[in-house]
């Protein structure tokens, strides 16, 4: 499913989305105060559409109801009219409302998220399309921001980001869910007002983006060791916790055994060479998926020449704000 | 509700107790892990029961079922036979298997939890009686533990500790709820270790104890300022985020409205003079009990010449594990 934005000419508004996951509390809090208080987030004149992901998952305080809904976003289950699963069905709704050729439509999609690793204030690309890499670009030019490039899992797809012509997730942790923190909120609105003036940038023609992107690509997740019946068997060794976006090699201590054993990484021929850098380290919501952390290779991807058009074609489009 | 040890001369154990919170899953690891591996846990020659808590909780990640059951351990709970919730049902069936009159009786409670705030390693103590202020006295002059005396507070009670003769909240944070942090492991194992040891040196005879306890006396909680309809109109402020232990003093920041406006602490009439101490700052499970932090007096409480005593009567009394 790819809403690309070739040869569409429409106008249309920036979507922020907090409480795709509904325990996930910090982006509900800036959702509510940004509507109660609009001046409290610098818009740079741009229209936005505020919107709860999922808002009974978010009353129940829970990270969703029948499935997760930052998976639901595929095809296959959007076009199966027999699946009426709460979240496939929250995913037709906003995307006939909000997305690239909805009532409302909007070309940018800004997705709060918060996570339990250590991962700082971050960024999450879905794939490698222009205008997004390019609005990465200004985020990580301007406020160092890392990179999760996450493409190419077979087992992990279906994100609400990949359904708009230019998406960001923006993930700040460590948070506990269900917790408001003040700090994390302050990395998410520091985040969000940055993309939003890089786009009211980008609207006025060339702008700087560096000469290259760094990216933390997903290579693949690793599951704690577990029982014959499922149980974990160990858990992620103190001395990897909260070490997300740091180098990881061949015989550092990964998982740490009930009796004490040490497990030490270990490449898989898949690896290629090189260090490793592992992301979502220990991330609560993930036990359930089988991943105790991601590994990623650090990349640097050159700045390439369409780039910066490609956000200003689509930044152009944009809606103003009504005064 | 005190079963108090008086004229009682009957053997028991020490109960530790994990998941009495489903969802603090840091103690459940452990008591997995003695169960499998009952070499990695330095018993002193004690017997243990090692019990989890709240089963239906923990089975469901939940933190309770019907209601907290480290709040169900209150008389007229316990006594009333039209009160069938899963948390009373359940404090009934641990205190009459290994309540101090119980089939299999313990003499000392040990109960571990886990908190989103800050807590560091620490302890907290129910009331003053005896023998628990002298086992929490070695924690705190061999680990140097914190202690939060929760006394006086008719608003929060019904506590599991408060039924045995001896009890210890090794309280252990931060880390999210529903997660397994090996760090947190590692601090609530070495208390855990620690009181065994006290209490295995206790039955030798006397043990020293300083002059003196460090406690932080509860005086009262404070809950976010809230709207009218119940929702927070603002968080914990960043700056107080995290400082669990640490002084607040009139003018310091509290508390952050959505609109940027500071709200400063100012205490009360009933506070009495002299500088407070924040703890459970911003504990994800307090929101629900509209507590964002409580306030604490810092006290030194003089070593009184009957506590060692107390406890080494408590501690003769303790069964050996099999060989």
Known sequence: MDNGNGGDHRPGRVLVVGGTHGNERNGLWLLDQWRQHPGQLHRHGLALELVVGNPVAAQANRRYVDRDLNRSFRAELL???DNQELEVLRARQLLA????AG???CL???DL???T??????LVLYNRRPASLALAAVLQRRLGLPIYLHESDSCQSGYLGACWPCALVIEVGPVAQGLVNGRICQQSQIAVETALDALAQAREGPFALGSALLVHGHLRSMD???HGDGSPAGLVHPSLQDRDWRPLGAGDPLFLAGDGTTTAFSPENG????TLWPVFINEAAYGEKGIALSLTRREMVPVAAGWAPSLTELARRLERDPP
């Open 79 to 81: 076009s199966d009219p």
């Open 224 to 226: 704690l060791p577990r």
């Open 97 to 100: 409302r909000h997305g690239p």
């Open 117 to 122: 690793a250590a991962m700082g204030n971050s």
């Open 113 to 115: 998220h918060s996570t």
């Open 271 to 274: 690896d290629g060479s090189g």
């Open 103 to 105: 009532n409302k439509p």
């Open 108 to 110: 940018v999609a800004i």
